[in-house]
């Protein structure tokens, strides 16, 4: 994960911990841990690690209101663990006070960025109830009546990252609103769709009346509304729900006169809707009142993408989880993986978004949704964005089109990710935003030029997702995010990684204005994130950084070190020859 800010607590050792001059050496084995602003030390205690890579490890755990921090006591190699709260998604106890066998009693944590921890502690006297009491409460504040730690921390940066993302400037870049498409504020105070932002572009000729009749036949009410429109062509992005049929196969000459205002919009012939479902699903949704625009849409096209629906990603990933971790058996390993279908999802959205991108290049506007829309559709239209305007290429672009689409138009963070709440078994956790970035780093590994950020940004917005040291991926809507004053209270990530932005940026970015990116969307060109599932597993062996970006790196440094020295002896001698060489150029 990314390394904590070093400030360090000046709160003094909490009075449990002993201090005879023996017991004072391991006091200090933790004494040294940096922890962030605000960040608090719980409790330490004596435990035995029992690592699946090295076996029992005996050393100290600390817990905070942020983190479990582990340090082995063996001098001979050390095991370190730093792990914040927010990504633990269940605690158990592991054995009884009978237990017999070395290291059968302790603590089991179930993490959700694919790694188990399991700590053995001594059979007498309880020894483990004070510690899993208080993994409990602070590992999830919500189900305890306490505030995540994004609310308590006291981080201080130079720039908010809150400011970020602005809709109407965002829409400005994109030229608008023109002669075909409007700023709508019918949604200011969240009565026109609870889970949508208030600023909504929307068809130069729907009236506000119009856009409530519409958000009536669609699921959440969560209309068509505009994402993304091309400079040129003028073809549109436009995301949405799914038209509430039913059974009965209910019209709406409203929501199909809206649809019919997008197509003319920029005289598409025909308005492409891709169902982000598969077919089959499409039409069992109108068992509970849901559905799909049917033959009643003329001048319109339907088009089933296939992708699967959160359930089925994220028993996906357990899957996965089960062959990476904590051991690769690597005799059966691509049966194995090919088991998990993963791969297979993310070649199906990284396909769907393909689509999506060649009809709005070709000039054809696009209706995108799934059953809710703020899964699969932000999946497609996201991906779809990065493929067509390198702007959301660079490393704030980037930034921007996470908070537009997955932040702003409501991905449901809270409910997939379960940000401080213990109930794991909740069948809404789904890992489609680990899915994305996931997607996004397929396209980095195929285009290693077209992205200004690199592999380390895509790690630590994962590593945050969790954490909840930032307010940035807290709660589920825009809305509840208001009510909660979470710009105001909490950091945003972006105030991290705009602070040091050096470390997140790809030094083989080549920028290339108007270049639409077309991944290979097959089997025999995806790969594992081997630096993200497998990265707890020290016997897989694979470099942070590759040798070419390292050497690239050293001869940046060189070089600027060398202009140092130039600059140098050309102030220490103004009347030199070295006055020549101020347009001195270097060949890097």
């Known amino acids: 994960m990314a390394s904590p800010v070093s400030v360090i607590n000046s709160n ?22 940096s922890l962030l602003a605000g960040e608090d030390r719980i409790i330490d205690k004596e435990v035995i690690y029992v690592c699946p890579f090295n076996g029992a490890v005996k050393g100290k755990v600390l817990i905070t209101n942020y983190r479990l921090y582990f340090r082995s006591s063996d001098t001979d190699a050390t095991v370190t663990l730093d792990v914040p709260l927010g990504a633990i998604s269940r605690v158990e106890k592991m054995g ?58 006291q981080e201080k940066y130079a720039e908010s990252g809150w400011s970020v993302y602005k809709a109407l400037e965002e829409f400005r870049r994109q030229g608008l609103p023109n002669n075909k498409w409007r700023i709508s504020f019918a949604n200011a105070n969240y009565d026109l769709c609870d889970t949508y932002p208030t600023v909504l ?26 994402s993304w429109i091309h400079r040129e062509n003028k073809a549109v992005i436009t995301r949405c729900s799914q038209p509430l049929v039913g059974m009965s196969g209910k019209r709406n000459k409203d929501d199909e ?16 809707i891709f169902d982000a479902r598969p077919s089959v699903n499409a039409v069992a949704n109108k068992a509970t009142g849901g559905g799909y625009e049917g033959d009643e849409y003329q001048n319109a096209e339907l088009i089933f993408l296939d992708i699967q629906n959160i359930h089925v990603m994220r028993e996906s990933l357990k899957k996965l989880k089960d062959i990476v971790y904590p051991n ?48 699969r559709t932000a999946q497609l239209t996201s991906l779809a964005m990065l493929m067509l305007d390198c702007h959301y290429r660079t490393l704030r672009g980037f930034q921007v089109l996470i908070e537009k689409e997955w932040i702003s138009f409501g991905h449901k963070f809270a409910s997939r990710i379960g940000h401080g709440d213990k109930n794991h078994a909740d069948q809404d956790r789904s890992p489609i935003f680990v899915q994305f970035i996931d997607c996004v780093w397929q396209m980095t590994r195929q285009f290693p030029t077209a992205f200004e ?54 030094p083989f970015y080549t920028p290339e204005s108007g270049r639409v990116l077309y991944p290979v969307a097959s ?20 470099q942070q950084q590759s040798p070419v970006e390292q050497r690239y790196k050293e001869l940046l440094a060189l070089r600027d070190e060398c202009l140092k020295k130039l600059e140098q002896l050309q102030l220490s001698d103004s009347s030199s020859p070295s006055e020549q060489l101020t347009h001195l150029h270097t060949p890097f």
């Open 523 to 542: 089997m025999r060109h995806l790969e594992l994130w081997v630096t993200y599932y497998i990265r707890w597993n020290p016997r897989i062996r694979h």
């Open 96 to 153: 009884g006070a009978s237990s017999r066998g070395e290291n059968s009693y302790g603590l089991d944590i179930t993490c959700k960025d694919m790694r188990n921890l399991r700590f053995a502690l001594k059979q007498e006297g309880h020894s483990r109830r004070d510690i899993f009491d208080l993994l409990s409460r602070y590992a999830f504040p919500l189900s305890s009546g306490l505030p995540l730690f994004a609310f308590v921390t």
């Open 257 to 272: 006169r809206y649809l019919d205002q997008i197509r003319e919009a920029n005289d598409t012939t025909k308005l492409t």
């Open 12 to 33: 003094a050792l909490d009075a449990h911990i002993p201090t005879t001059p023996r017991e004072s050496l391991k006091m200090e084995l933790l004494a040294d841990v």
């Open 328 to 375: 690769v058996e690597e005799s059966h390993w691509l049966s194995s993986l090919e088991s998990t279908h993963w791969l297979e999802h993310v070649k199906l959205v990284l396909s769907g978004a393909i689509q999506v991108a060649d009809r709005v290049s070709s000039g054809k506007s696009v209706v995108v949704h799934c059953s809710d829309g703020w899964d």
């Open 453 to 506: 950020f690199n592999e380390h940004l895509l790690l630590t917005i994962l590593d945050h997702l969790y954490s909840c040291r930032f307010g940035t991926f807290l709660y589920n809507c825009e809305s509840v995010r208001d009510q909660h004053e979470v710009k105001s209270r909490t950091v945003s990530l972006w105030s991290l990684v705009n602070s040091k932005t050096d470390i997140y940026l790809n």
């Open 201 to 226: 572009v929307v068809p130069f000729q729907s009236q506000e009346e119009d856009l409530k009749r519409v958000s009536a036949f669609r699921s959440r009410g969560r209309i068509p509304v505009l």
